[in-house]
């Protein structure tokens, strides 16, 4: 499975989720919003690729 962040003051480090430093003027709540998916396999055992799952999580003040 693979992660990217879509939106917002973060990143992914390896499996880590880590927040950047928040703009000065930033107003709350900012929203981070992480995208998932799998790749599937041609060669057996044969899977599908998943459909992209987004998650969104808000960071209060």
């Known amino acids: 499975m693979r992660y990217f962040v879509r939106e917002g003051p973060a990143?992914?480090?390896g499996n880590t989720l880590r927040l950047r430093t928040v703009p000065?003027?930033?107003k709350f709540p900012l929203?981070?919003?992480l995208v998932?998916?799998?790749f599937g396999r041609g060669s057996d055992?044969?899977?599908q690729t998943a459909e992209p799952v987004?998650?969104?999580l808000?960071?209060?003040r």
């Open 45 to 47: 055992p044969k899977t």
């Open 24 to 26: 000065p003027r930033a």
């Open 36 to 38: 998932a998916w799998q």
């Open 11 to 13: 990143e992914i480090a």
């Open 58 to 60: 808000l960071l209060m």
């Open 31 to 33: 929203k981070v919003t």
């Open 54 to 56: 987004e998650s969104t």
